[in-house]
Protein backbone atom coordinates (compact mmCIF):
# COMPACT_ATOMS: atom_id res chain seq x y z
CA UNK A 1 0.00 0.00 0.00
CA UNK A 2 2.84 2.49 0.93
CA UNK A 3 6.05 2.18 0.62
CA UNK A 4 9.36 4.02 1.97
CA UNK A 5 12.59 2.70 0.22
CA UNK A 6 15.91 3.99 1.73
CA UNK A 7 14.77 7.62 2.75
CA UNK A 8 16.55 9.96 3.91
CA UNK A 9 15.59 13.50 4.46
CA UNK A 10 18.20 16.45 5.52
CA UNK A 11 20.14 15.49 8.74
CA UNK A 12 16.47 14.14 10.38
CA UNK A 13 16.06 11.16 8.28
CA UNK A 14 18.33 8.49 7.63
CA UNK A 15 17.83 5.49 5.20
CA UNK A 16 14.50 4.87 6.23
CA UNK A 17 12.61 1.61 5.34
CA UNK A 18 8.82 0.67 5.95
CA UNK A 19 6.25 -1.20 4.25
CA UNK A 20 2.80 -0.67 5.58
CA UNK A 21 0.20 -3.04 4.22
CA UNK A 22 -4.13 -2.96 3.84
CA UNK A 23 -5.83 -2.43 6.40
CA UNK A 24 -2.84 -1.97 8.64
CA UNK A 25 -2.77 0.22 12.04
CA UNK A 26 1.14 1.85 12.95
CA UNK A 27 1.97 3.69 15.49
CA UNK A 28 5.25 5.83 15.13
CA UNK A 29 6.72 5.69 18.57
CA UNK A 30 9.81 7.76 19.45
CA UNK A 31 10.99 10.91 21.46
CA UNK A 32 10.80 14.70 20.56
CA UNK A 33 12.95 15.65 17.55
CA UNK A 34 13.13 11.95 16.13
CA UNK A 35 11.57 13.16 13.24
CA UNK A 36 8.41 11.27 13.23
CA UNK A 37 6.32 14.18 11.71
CA UNK A 38 9.00 14.68 9.25
CA UNK A 39 8.58 10.98 8.39
CA UNK A 40 4.64 11.66 8.18
CA UNK A 41 5.18 14.36 6.00
CA UNK A 42 7.43 12.91 3.53
CA UNK A 43 4.98 10.36 3.06
CA UNK A 44 2.16 13.08 2.61
CA UNK A 45 4.65 14.62 -0.11
CA UNK A 46 4.89 17.92 1.57
CA UNK A 47 8.68 17.56 2.25
CA UNK A 48 10.65 15.84 -0.90
CA UNK A 49 13.40 13.63 0.51
CA UNK A 50 16.99 14.50 -0.36
CA UNK A 51 17.74 10.01 -1.20
CA UNK A 52 15.06 7.35 -1.96
CA UNK A 53 12.02 7.39 -2.51
CA UNK A 54 8.08 6.68 -1.37
CA UNK A 55 5.19 4.88 -3.21
CA UNK A 56 1.83 4.83 -2.62
CA UNK A 57 -0.26 2.18 -4.32
CA UNK A 58 2.98 1.64 -6.36
CA UNK A 59 3.41 4.66 -7.63
CA UNK A 60 6.22 7.14 -7.07
CA UNK A 61 4.37 9.53 -4.74
CA UNK A 62 6.96 12.19 -7.09
CA UNK A 63 5.01 12.12 -9.79
CA UNK A 64 1.70 12.31 -8.68
CA UNK A 65 0.02 15.69 -8.86
CA UNK A 66 -1.20 17.27 -5.21
CA UNK A 67 -4.93 16.11 -6.62
CA UNK A 68 -3.85 12.62 -6.96
CA UNK A 69 -2.13 12.72 -3.50
CA UNK A 70 -5.14 13.78 -1.88
CA UNK A 71 -7.11 11.48 -3.08
CA UNK A 72 -5.03 8.84 -1.88
CA UNK A 73 -3.30 9.93 0.93
CA UNK A 74 -5.43 12.09 3.98
CA UNK A 75 -3.50 14.13 6.37
CA UNK A 76 -4.87 14.51 10.10
CA UNK A 77 -3.02 17.20 11.86
CA UNK A 78 -2.72 17.78 15.24
CA UNK A 79 -5.40 19.66 16.58
CA UNK A 80 -4.92 23.45 16.77
CA UNK A 81 -6.91 27.20 17.03
CA UNK A 82 -8.44 27.79 13.80
CA UNK A 83 -8.02 31.80 12.72
CA UNK A 84 -11.72 31.86 11.14
CA UNK A 85 -14.54 30.73 12.81
CA UNK A 86 -15.74 28.19 10.20
CA UNK A 87 -18.81 25.94 11.19
CA UNK A 88 -17.86 22.22 11.36
CA UNK A 89 -20.06 21.41 8.08
CA UNK A 90 -18.12 24.51 6.05
CA UNK A 91 -14.90 22.96 7.27
CA UNK A 92 -15.22 19.41 7.03
CA UNK A 93 -16.77 19.95 3.59
CA UNK A 94 -13.37 21.25 2.60
CA UNK A 95 -12.55 17.50 2.57
CA UNK A 96 -14.12 17.28 -0.59
CA UNK A 97 -11.93 19.43 -2.57
CA UNK A 98 -9.77 16.66 -4.54
CA UNK A 99 -12.77 15.46 -5.77
CA UNK A 100 -13.97 18.81 -7.21
CA UNK A 101 -12.81 20.78 -9.97
CA UNK A 102 -10.67 24.03 -9.66
CA UNK A 103 -13.77 26.71 -9.78
CA UNK A 104 -16.52 24.03 -8.36
CA UNK A 105 -17.59 24.07 -4.80
CA UNK A 106 -19.32 20.77 -3.30
CA UNK A 107 -22.52 20.11 -3.79
CA UNK A 108 -25.55 18.86 -2.76
CA UNK A 109 -24.46 15.59 -2.93
CA UNK A 110 -21.05 16.47 -1.12
CA UNK A 111 -23.32 18.07 1.69
CA UNK A 112 -25.34 14.92 2.54
CA UNK A 113 -21.85 12.79 2.31
CA UNK A 114 -20.23 15.66 4.99
CA UNK A 115 -23.67 14.60 7.18
CA UNK A 116 -22.82 11.29 6.81
CA UNK A 117 -19.40 10.79 8.17
CA UNK A 118 -20.54 13.45 10.73
CA UNK A 119 -22.96 11.10 11.95
CA UNK A 120 -20.90 7.77 11.75
CA UNK A 121 -17.98 10.09 14.47
CA UNK A 122 -21.20 10.54 16.55
CA UNK A 123 -20.81 14.30 15.74
CA UNK A 124 -23.93 15.13 14.27
CA UNK A 125 -24.66 17.51 17.02
CA UNK A 126 -21.97 20.11 16.25
CA UNK A 127 -23.01 20.51 12.55
CA UNK A 128 -23.79 24.11 12.69
CA UNK A 129 -21.62 24.92 15.81
CA UNK A 130 -18.44 27.12 15.28
CA UNK A 131 -15.08 24.88 14.83
CA UNK A 132 -13.73 27.95 18.05
CA UNK A 133 -16.30 26.85 19.95
CA UNK A 134 -15.32 22.96 19.96
CA UNK A 135 -13.17 20.92 22.93
CA UNK A 136 -9.76 19.97 21.58
CA UNK A 137 -11.14 16.21 21.25
CA UNK A 138 -14.01 17.09 19.61
CA UNK A 139 -11.78 19.37 17.02
CA UNK A 140 -9.68 16.24 16.71
CA UNK A 141 -12.41 14.26 15.49
CA UNK A 142 -13.79 16.84 12.77
CA UNK A 143 -10.51 17.12 11.64
CA UNK A 144 -10.52 13.67 11.46
CA UNK A 145 -13.88 13.75 9.83
CA UNK A 146 -12.68 15.80 7.45
CA UNK A 147 -10.04 13.42 6.51
CA UNK A 148 -12.27 10.42 5.66
CA UNK A 149 -14.17 12.87 2.85
CA UNK A 150 -11.40 12.36 0.97
CA UNK A 151 -12.07 9.04 0.50
CA UNK A 152 -8.77 8.08 0.29
CA UNK A 153 -7.60 4.39 1.34
CA UNK A 154 -4.46 5.84 3.83
CA UNK A 155 -4.60 7.92 6.62
CA UNK A 156 -1.77 9.55 8.46
CA UNK A 157 -2.46 11.26 11.66
CA UNK A 158 0.16 13.47 13.69
CA UNK A 159 -0.15 13.22 17.12
CA UNK A 160 -4.20 12.77 17.25
CA UNK A 161 -4.17 12.41 20.90
CA UNK A 162 -1.61 15.82 21.75
CA UNK A 163 -3.51 17.73 24.52
CA UNK A 164 -6.14 15.63 25.28
CA UNK A 165 -7.79 14.56 28.66
CA UNK A 166 -7.79 10.70 29.02
CA UNK A 167 -11.29 10.27 28.33
CA UNK A 168 -10.53 12.38 24.84
CA UNK A 169 -7.30 10.31 24.09
CA UNK A 170 -9.00 7.14 24.45
CA UNK A 171 -12.24 8.43 22.47
CA UNK A 172 -10.52 10.01 19.61
CA UNK A 173 -8.31 6.54 19.13
CA UNK A 174 -11.00 4.57 19.42
CA UNK A 175 -12.87 6.22 16.43
CA UNK A 176 -10.41 5.77 14.53
CA UNK A 177 -9.51 2.77 14.69
CA UNK A 178 -13.00 1.53 14.64
CA UNK A 179 -13.89 3.64 11.06
CA UNK A 180 -10.72 2.51 9.63
CA UNK A 181 -11.68 -1.25 10.86
CA UNK A 182 -15.12 -0.57 8.90
CA UNK A 183 -13.62 1.22 6.06
CA UNK A 184 -10.41 -1.09 5.64
CA UNK A 185 -8.00 1.80 5.88
CA UNK A 186 -4.50 2.18 5.92
CA UNK A 187 -3.58 3.93 9.21
CA UNK A 188 -0.17 5.12 10.50
CA UNK A 189 -0.55 7.37 13.57
CA UNK A 190 2.66 9.13 16.16
CA UNK A 191 1.83 8.91 19.40
CA UNK A 192 3.87 9.79 22.27
CA UNK A 193 1.93 7.18 24.66
CA UNK A 194 3.52 3.60 24.32
CA UNK A 195 0.59 2.23 26.54
CA UNK A 196 -1.81 3.98 23.55
CA UNK A 197 0.73 2.50 20.93
CA UNK A 198 0.38 -1.43 22.47
CA UNK A 199 -3.50 -1.01 22.69
CA UNK A 200 -4.03 0.45 19.29
CA UNK A 201 -1.56 -0.26 16.68
CA UNK A 202 -1.47 -4.15 14.73
CA UNK A 203 2.45 -2.73 14.44
CA UNK A 204 4.72 -0.24 16.30
CA UNK A 205 7.63 1.55 14.38
CA UNK A 206 10.67 2.68 16.96
CA UNK A 207 12.46 5.64 15.56
CA UNK A 208 14.95 7.41 16.89
CA UNK A 209 17.26 10.32 15.71
CA UNK A 210 15.63 9.34 12.31
CA UNK A 211 16.56 5.44 11.89
CA UNK A 212 14.26 3.31 13.16
CA UNK A 213 15.27 1.67 15.90
CA UNK A 214 13.11 -1.52 15.77
CA UNK A 215 9.59 -2.91 14.60
CA UNK A 216 7.13 -4.43 17.02
CA UNK A 217 4.06 -6.93 17.52
CA UNK A 218 2.42 -4.44 20.31
CA UNK A 219 1.28 -7.77 22.18
CA UNK A 220 4.56 -9.59 22.73
CA UNK A 221 8.03 -9.01 21.68
CA UNK A 222 11.23 -10.65 23.47
CA UNK A 223 13.48 -7.20 23.77
CA UNK A 224 10.60 -4.76 24.37
CA UNK A 225 11.53 -3.37 27.83
CA UNK A 226 15.23 -3.23 26.15
CA UNK A 227 14.38 -1.38 22.57
CA UNK A 228 11.51 1.42 24.47
CA UNK A 229 14.69 2.12 27.48
CA UNK A 230 17.06 2.53 24.63
CA UNK A 231 14.18 4.50 23.14
CA UNK A 232 13.13 6.88 25.74
CA UNK A 233 17.04 6.68 27.79
CA UNK A 234 15.12 6.26 30.62
CA UNK A 235 14.63 3.50 32.68
CA UNK A 236 11.20 2.01 32.77
CA UNK A 237 9.49 -2.15 33.05
CA UNK A 238 7.17 -3.46 30.81
CA UNK A 239 4.38 -5.71 32.75
CA UNK A 240 2.06 -7.63 31.31
CA UNK A 241 -2.08 -6.95 32.42
CA UNK A 242 -4.90 -9.16 30.81
CA UNK A 243 -2.68 -10.01 27.52
CA UNK A 244 -1.24 -6.44 27.43
CA UNK A 245 2.06 -4.91 27.95
CA UNK A 246 2.13 -2.11 30.36
CA UNK A 247 4.98 0.41 30.17
CA UNK A 248 5.42 1.42 33.95
CA UNK A 249 7.54 4.23 34.92
CA UNK A 250 7.97 3.46 38.87
CA UNK A 251 11.41 2.87 38.11
CA UNK A 252 11.71 6.13 37.39
CA UNK A 253 9.97 7.77 40.52
CA UNK A 254 11.57 9.82 42.86
CA UNK A 255 12.18 7.04 46.51
CA UNK A 256 11.77 4.32 44.52
CA UNK A 257 14.67 1.66 44.30
CA UNK A 258 15.37 1.84 40.71
CA UNK A 259 15.01 5.64 40.66
CA UNK A 260 16.54 8.31 42.52
CA UNK A 261 19.98 8.26 43.70
CA UNK A 262 20.34 4.90 41.69
CA UNK A 263 19.32 7.22 38.92
CA UNK A 264 22.41 8.13 38.58
CA UNK A 265 23.74 4.53 38.24
CA UNK A 266 21.92 4.02 35.15
CA UNK A 267 23.43 7.25 33.01
CA UNK A 268 24.21 5.41 30.51
CA UNK A 269 20.39 5.30 29.47
CA UNK A 270 20.41 9.11 29.69
CA UNK A 271 22.49 9.46 26.44
CA UNK B 1 -25.64 27.60 23.99
CA UNK B 2 -27.92 28.72 20.83
CA UNK B 3 -26.12 32.12 20.29
CA UNK B 4 -22.87 29.87 19.53
CA UNK B 5 -24.98 27.93 16.84
CA UNK B 6 -24.94 29.39 13.16
CA UNK B 7 -28.58 30.78 12.44
CA UNK B 8 -30.85 28.10 10.21
CA UNK B 9 -30.06 28.30 6.07
CA UNK B 10 -33.28 30.53 6.25
CA UNK B 11 -31.50 32.46 8.89
CA UNK B 12 -28.87 33.30 6.55
CA UNK B 13 -30.92 32.91 3.73
CA UNK B 14 -32.38 36.61 4.75
CA UNK B 15 -29.42 38.31 6.24
CA UNK B 16 -28.10 37.48 2.74
CA UNK B 17 -30.99 39.69 1.24
CA UNK B 18 -30.91 42.45 3.38
CA UNK B 19 -27.63 43.01 2.86
CA UNK B 20 -27.94 43.00 -1.10
CA UNK B 21 -31.29 44.75 -0.47
CA UNK B 22 -29.64 47.52 1.63
CA UNK B 23 -26.52 48.18 -0.55
CA UNK B 24 -28.82 48.22 -3.74
CA UNK B 25 -31.10 50.77 -1.61
CA UNK B 26 -28.31 53.09 -0.47
CA UNK B 27 -26.97 53.23 -3.65
CA UNK B 28 -29.85 54.45 -5.15
CA UNK B 29 -30.55 56.77 -2.40
CA UNK B 30 -27.21 58.55 -2.69
CA UNK B 31 -27.80 58.95 -6.18
CA UNK B 32 -30.80 60.97 -5.15
CA UNK B 33 -29.27 63.31 -2.68
CA UNK B 34 -27.63 66.10 -3.97
CA UNK B 35 -27.19 70.03 -3.35
CA UNK B 36 -30.54 69.86 -5.42
CA UNK B 37 -32.00 68.04 -2.05
CA UNK B 38 -33.40 64.58 -2.24
CA UNK B 39 -35.03 63.36 -4.93
CA UNK B 40 -35.97 59.69 -4.88
CA UNK B 41 -37.70 59.68 -8.15
CA UNK B 42 -35.27 61.62 -10.42
CA UNK B 43 -32.68 58.57 -10.76
CA UNK B 44 -35.43 56.87 -12.01
CA UNK B 45 -36.60 59.43 -14.70
CA UNK B 46 -32.89 60.30 -15.44
CA UNK B 47 -32.33 56.08 -16.10
CA UNK B 48 -35.43 56.08 -18.45
CA UNK B 49 -34.12 59.30 -20.54
CA UNK B 50 -30.96 58.40 -20.91
CA UNK B 51 -31.55 54.05 -21.26
CA UNK B 52 -34.31 54.23 -23.11
CA UNK B 53 -34.71 57.81 -24.60
CA UNK B 54 -37.65 58.58 -23.28
CA UNK B 55 -39.01 61.88 -22.49
CA UNK B 56 -39.67 62.99 -19.00
CA UNK B 57 -39.27 66.87 -19.31
CA UNK B 58 -36.33 67.47 -16.62
CA UNK B 59 -34.49 70.81 -17.47
CA UNK B 60 -30.87 69.91 -19.11
CA UNK B 61 -28.91 71.77 -16.60
CA UNK B 62 -30.23 69.18 -13.75
CA UNK B 63 -30.00 66.23 -16.24
CA UNK B 64 -26.16 67.28 -16.86
CA UNK B 65 -25.39 67.50 -13.24
CA UNK B 66 -27.44 64.05 -12.44
CA UNK B 67 -25.71 62.15 -15.60
CA UNK B 68 -21.97 63.53 -16.04
CA UNK B 69 -21.10 64.58 -12.56
CA UNK B 70 -23.27 62.63 -9.97
CA UNK B 71 -24.03 58.97 -11.88
CA UNK B 72 -20.24 58.49 -12.65
CA UNK B 73 -18.92 59.35 -9.06
CA UNK B 74 -21.28 57.05 -7.64
CA UNK B 75 -20.38 54.12 -10.21
CA UNK B 76 -16.78 54.36 -9.31
CA UNK B 77 -17.48 54.79 -5.51
CA UNK B 78 -19.30 51.69 -5.60
CA UNK B 79 -16.76 50.27 -7.79
CA UNK B 80 -13.88 50.89 -5.14
CA UNK B 81 -15.78 49.88 -2.53
CA UNK B 82 -16.56 46.33 -3.98
CA UNK B 83 -12.86 46.09 -4.92
CA UNK B 84 -11.56 47.49 -1.83
CA UNK B 85 -13.80 44.96 0.57
CA UNK B 86 -13.55 42.27 -1.48
CA UNK B 87 -9.61 42.37 -1.93
CA UNK B 88 -9.33 43.24 1.87
CA UNK B 89 -11.37 39.91 2.30
CA UNK B 90 -9.29 37.60 -0.20
CA UNK B 91 -6.02 38.60 1.40
CA UNK B 92 -7.16 38.25 4.74
CA UNK B 93 -7.52 34.85 4.02
CA UNK B 94 -4.63 33.84 1.92
CA UNK B 95 -2.26 35.54 4.62
CA UNK B 96 -4.52 33.67 7.64
CA UNK B 97 -4.45 37.32 9.02
CA UNK B 98 -8.11 39.17 9.65
CA UNK B 99 -6.15 42.45 10.52
CA UNK B 100 -4.88 42.77 6.59
CA UNK B 101 -5.98 45.51 4.62
CA UNK B 102 -5.73 45.20 0.94
CA UNK B 103 -2.89 48.20 1.09
CA UNK B 104 -0.55 46.15 2.22
CA UNK B 105 1.12 44.89 -0.85
CA UNK B 106 2.68 48.56 -1.52
CA UNK B 107 -0.26 49.21 -3.98
CA UNK B 108 -0.85 52.40 -1.60
CA UNK B 109 2.68 53.68 -1.19
CA UNK B 110 3.10 53.29 -5.09
CA UNK B 111 0.35 54.59 -5.93
CA UNK B 112 1.11 58.10 -3.85
CA UNK B 113 4.61 57.47 -5.33
CA UNK B 114 2.83 57.92 -8.63
CA UNK B 115 0.68 60.73 -7.93
CA UNK B 116 3.74 62.54 -6.33
CA UNK B 117 5.94 62.01 -9.42
CA UNK B 118 3.23 62.77 -11.93
CA UNK B 119 2.22 66.60 -10.28
CA UNK B 120 5.60 67.27 -10.00
CA UNK B 121 7.65 66.50 -12.72
CA UNK B 122 5.46 65.23 -15.55
CA UNK B 123 2.42 67.45 -15.82
CA UNK B 124 1.56 65.68 -18.87
CA UNK B 125 1.05 62.58 -17.25
CA UNK B 126 -2.82 61.48 -16.36
CA UNK B 127 -2.10 61.54 -12.32
CA UNK B 128 -4.23 58.10 -12.40
CA UNK B 129 -2.26 56.12 -15.07
CA UNK B 130 0.57 57.33 -13.21
CA UNK B 131 -0.90 55.76 -9.84
CA UNK B 132 -2.18 52.48 -11.38
CA UNK B 133 1.91 51.91 -12.92
CA UNK B 134 3.23 52.64 -9.97
CA UNK B 135 0.85 51.27 -7.74
CA UNK B 136 1.47 47.80 -9.80
CA UNK B 137 5.45 48.12 -9.68
CA UNK B 138 5.01 48.60 -5.99
CA UNK B 139 3.60 45.24 -5.83
CA UNK B 140 5.94 43.50 -8.02
CA UNK B 141 8.82 45.27 -5.96
CA UNK B 142 7.12 43.43 -2.11
CA UNK B 143 7.16 39.93 -4.07
CA UNK B 144 10.51 40.56 -4.95
CA UNK B 145 12.25 41.29 -1.73
CA UNK B 146 9.63 38.81 -0.24
CA UNK B 147 11.43 36.07 -2.36
CA UNK B 148 14.62 37.25 -1.42
CA UNK B 149 14.37 34.91 1.85
CA UNK B 150 13.65 32.02 -0.71
CA UNK B 151 10.26 30.54 -0.10
CA UNK B 152 7.41 33.55 -0.47
CA UNK B 153 5.72 33.09 3.08
CA UNK B 154 3.26 35.01 4.96
CA UNK B 155 5.43 36.65 7.07
CA UNK B 156 8.20 37.87 4.56
CA UNK B 157 5.13 39.03 2.12
CA UNK B 158 3.91 41.25 5.10
CA UNK B 159 7.46 42.39 6.18
CA UNK B 160 8.21 43.35 2.50
CA UNK B 161 4.83 44.75 2.22
CA UNK B 162 5.76 47.45 5.30
CA UNK B 163 9.33 47.86 4.01
CA UNK B 164 8.60 48.97 0.62
CA UNK B 165 5.72 51.30 1.85
CA UNK B 166 7.77 52.59 4.22
CA UNK B 167 10.45 52.91 1.36
CA UNK B 168 8.03 54.57 -1.47
CA UNK B 169 6.61 57.19 1.24
CA UNK B 170 9.93 58.39 2.23
CA UNK B 171 9.89 59.49 -1.35
CA UNK B 172 6.86 60.63 -1.09
CA UNK B 173 7.83 62.81 1.23
CA UNK B 174 10.73 64.13 -0.05
CA UNK B 175 8.87 65.09 -3.31
CA UNK B 176 5.86 67.03 -1.34
CA UNK B 177 9.50 68.87 0.96
CA UNK B 178 10.51 70.11 -2.53
CA UNK B 179 7.37 70.67 -4.99
CA UNK B 180 5.84 74.25 -4.94
CA UNK B 181 3.09 74.21 -2.21
CA UNK B 182 0.31 74.60 -4.54
CA UNK B 183 1.00 71.54 -6.55
CA UNK B 184 1.65 69.71 -3.30
CA UNK B 185 -2.08 70.41 -2.27
CA UNK B 186 -2.88 68.02 -4.98
CA UNK B 187 -1.02 65.63 -3.69
CA UNK B 188 -2.41 65.60 -0.50
CA UNK B 189 -5.62 65.54 -1.71
CA UNK B 190 -5.16 62.80 -3.56
CA UNK B 191 -3.61 60.77 -0.41
CA UNK B 192 -6.69 61.36 1.42
CA UNK B 193 -8.93 59.57 -1.34
CA UNK B 194 -11.94 61.77 -3.05
CA UNK B 195 -14.16 60.58 -5.55
CA UNK B 196 -14.03 64.80 -6.87
CA UNK B 197 -13.06 64.09 -10.10
CA UNK B 198 -14.68 61.54 -11.19
CA UNK B 199 -15.97 61.63 -14.96
CA UNK B 200 -17.30 59.17 -17.36
CA UNK B 201 -13.58 58.55 -18.53
CA UNK B 202 -12.47 57.28 -15.28
CA UNK B 203 -15.45 55.19 -14.96
CA UNK B 204 -14.43 53.60 -18.18
CA UNK B 205 -10.41 53.14 -17.64
CA UNK B 206 -11.65 51.68 -14.20
CA UNK B 207 -13.90 49.37 -14.81
CA UNK B 208 -12.37 46.68 -17.21
CA UNK B 209 -9.42 46.03 -14.44
CA UNK B 210 -12.52 45.88 -11.33
CA UNK B 211 -14.74 44.10 -13.27
CA UNK B 212 -12.32 41.39 -14.16
CA UNK B 213 -10.61 41.10 -11.24
CA UNK B 214 -13.96 40.65 -9.07
CA UNK B 215 -15.17 37.87 -11.41
CA UNK B 216 -11.76 36.03 -10.48
CA UNK B 217 -11.99 36.41 -6.88
CA UNK B 218 -15.70 35.73 -7.04
CA UNK B 219 -14.88 32.24 -9.08
CA UNK B 220 -12.00 31.67 -6.74
CA UNK B 221 -14.19 31.90 -3.80
CA UNK B 222 -14.52 28.50 -2.09
CA UNK B 223 -10.55 28.55 -2.53
CA UNK B 224 -10.22 31.39 -0.33
CA UNK B 225 -11.45 28.78 2.16
CA UNK B 226 -8.74 26.58 1.75
CA UNK B 227 -5.87 28.96 1.20
CA UNK B 228 -6.85 30.23 4.85
CA UNK B 229 -5.85 26.55 6.33
CA UNK B 230 -2.02 26.08 7.55
CA UNK B 231 -0.12 25.71 4.15
CA UNK B 232 0.57 21.96 4.82
CA UNK B 233 -3.21 21.51 5.20
CA UNK B 234 -4.08 22.74 2.40
CA UNK B 235 -1.74 21.21 0.18
CA UNK B 236 -2.62 17.83 1.34
CA UNK B 237 -5.91 18.53 0.30
CA UNK B 238 -4.73 18.82 -2.85
CA UNK B 239 -4.09 22.94 -3.45
CA UNK B 240 -0.92 24.28 -5.06
CA UNK B 241 -0.85 26.73 -2.53
CA UNK B 242 2.29 29.02 -3.93
CA UNK B 243 0.10 29.40 -7.60
CA UNK B 244 -3.53 30.08 -5.99
CA UNK B 245 -1.95 32.50 -3.73
CA UNK B 246 0.01 34.26 -6.17
CA UNK B 247 -2.94 34.16 -8.42
CA UNK B 248 -4.95 35.96 -5.07
CA UNK B 249 -2.81 38.41 -4.77
CA UNK B 250 -2.64 38.94 -8.85
CA UNK B 251 -6.40 39.62 -8.64
CA UNK B 252 -6.35 41.79 -6.00
CA UNK B 253 -3.88 44.22 -6.68
CA UNK B 254 -5.35 44.60 -10.14
CA UNK B 255 -8.09 45.79 -8.91
CA UNK B 256 -6.84 48.06 -5.64
CA UNK B 257 -4.61 49.18 -8.21
CA UNK B 258 -7.45 50.41 -10.62
CA UNK B 259 -9.02 51.62 -7.42
CA UNK B 260 -6.22 54.03 -6.47
CA UNK B 261 -5.79 54.79 -9.63
CA UNK B 262 -8.96 56.40 -9.75
CA UNK B 263 -9.20 57.61 -5.80
CA UNK B 264 -6.37 57.88 -4.25
CA UNK B 265 -6.02 56.08 -0.85
CA UNK B 266 -9.77 55.32 0.73
CA UNK B 267 -8.32 53.64 4.25
CA UNK B 268 -10.30 51.43 6.36
CA UNK B 269 -13.03 50.47 3.77
CA UNK B 270 -11.05 47.11 2.88
CA UNK B 271 -10.09 46.43 6.35
CA UNK B 272 -13.58 47.11 7.76
CA UNK B 273 -16.03 45.51 5.59
CA UNK B 274 -15.17 42.04 5.68
CA UNK B 275 -14.76 42.06 9.48
CA UNK B 276 -18.86 43.52 9.54
CA UNK B 277 -20.27 40.94 6.86
CA UNK B 278 -17.64 37.83 9.08
CA UNK B 279 -19.98 39.49 12.03
CA UNK B 280 -23.14 38.79 10.32
CA UNK B 281 -22.85 35.67 8.56
CA UNK B 282 -19.60 33.93 9.65
CA UNK B 283 -15.96 33.48 7.55
CA UNK B 284 -17.18 31.38 4.84
CA UNK B 285 -15.92 32.77 1.32
CA UNK B 286 -18.59 31.82 -0.50
CA UNK B 287 -20.66 34.49 1.30
CA UNK B 288 -18.01 36.34 2.81
CA UNK B 289 -16.65 37.60 -1.09
CA UNK B 290 -19.88 38.69 -2.66
CA UNK B 291 -21.60 40.17 0.56
CA UNK B 292 -18.30 42.17 0.84
CA UNK B 293 -18.77 43.40 -2.65
CA UNK B 294 -22.12 44.53 -1.98
CA UNK B 295 -21.35 45.70 1.20
CA UNK B 296 -18.36 47.70 0.29
CA UNK B 297 -20.02 49.01 -2.59
CA UNK B 298 -23.14 50.11 -0.48
CA UNK B 299 -20.73 51.82 2.71
CA UNK B 300 -18.62 53.34 0.08
CA UNK B 301 -20.94 55.35 -1.73
CA UNK B 302 -22.92 56.44 1.39
CA UNK B 303 -19.81 57.27 2.92
CA UNK B 304 -18.88 59.54 -0.42
CA UNK B 305 -22.11 60.67 -0.46
CA UNK B 306 -21.74 62.13 3.51
CA UNK B 307 -18.68 63.53 2.27
CA UNK B 308 -20.05 66.06 -0.64
CA UNK B 309 -23.65 66.56 1.40
CA UNK B 310 -22.34 67.24 5.45
CA UNK B 311 -20.56 70.62 4.41
CA UNK B 312 -20.46 73.03 1.60
CA UNK B 313 -17.11 71.52 0.85
CA UNK B 314 -16.32 68.41 -0.78
CA UNK B 315 -14.22 66.66 1.78
CA UNK B 316 -11.86 63.72 1.03
CA UNK B 317 -13.62 60.32 1.68
CA UNK B 318 -10.96 58.78 3.37
CA UNK B 319 -11.81 61.31 6.34
CA UNK B 320 -15.45 60.27 6.62
CA UNK B 321 -14.62 56.43 6.12
CA UNK B 322 -11.51 56.68 8.26
CA UNK B 323 -14.41 58.49 11.22
CA UNK B 324 -16.90 55.72 10.89
CA UNK B 325 -13.90 53.17 10.63
CA UNK B 326 -12.71 54.18 13.97
CA UNK B 327 -15.22 53.82 16.20
CA UNK B 328 -16.35 50.21 14.48
CA UNK B 329 -12.98 48.88 15.32
CA UNK B 330 -13.04 49.86 19.20
CA UNK B 331 -16.35 48.70 19.81
CA UNK B 332 -14.57 45.56 17.62
CA UNK B 333 -11.87 45.75 20.31
CA UNK B 334 -15.00 46.22 23.63
CA UNK B 335 -16.91 42.56 21.82
CA UNK B 336 -13.30 41.00 22.02
CA UNK B 337 -13.23 41.17 25.78
CA UNK B 338 -16.35 38.95 25.60
CA UNK B 339 -14.90 36.58 23.10
CA UNK B 340 -16.86 38.40 19.97
CA UNK B 341 -13.38 38.61 18.30
CA UNK B 342 -13.38 35.14 16.73
CA UNK B 343 -16.05 35.95 14.44
CA UNK B 344 -14.31 39.22 13.15
Redesign the interface.
Known amino acids: MLEVRDLSFAQILQEVNLTLHKGEFVVLLGPNGAGKTTLL?CL?G?YTPTRGEVLVCGRPLKHL???????L???V?QS?HP?????VL?FVL??R??H?G?????GKRDEIKAREVLRSLGLEALV???L??LSGGERQLVLFARALL?EAPIFLLDEPTANLDLKHQIEVLTTVHRLAGERGLTVVATLHDPNLAFGFADRVVLIKKGRILAEMNPRKHPRAQELLEELYEIPLEILYFRGYPLVSLTGAFPGNPLGGENHENRGHFMG | ?PS???P?PKGLWRKEAFIVTASILAIYLSLSLGPAGFKPGLALKVLWVKLWEGDSGISPGILNIFWEIRTPRVLLAALVGAALASSGAALQ?VF???LVDPYLLGLSAGGALGCAVAVAWLPRVPVSLAAFLFAYLAAFLTYGVARLSGEVSRISLILSGIIVSAGLMALVSLIKFMVDPHRMAEIVTWMMGSFALSTWEVVKQTFPPVALGLAGLY?????L??L???E??A??????VEKERAAVMGLAALVVGAGVAAAGIVGWVGLMVPHLV?LSV???H?RLIPLSMCTGAGLLVVSDTLARTLTAFDLPVGIITSLTGIPFFIYLLKQQRTGGW??A
Open positions: KLLTYKERARLAYPYVFPYTELGTPLFLSRPRRRTDQ | MKILSARNPLLRFRNLSLPDERSLGVSRGPDREY
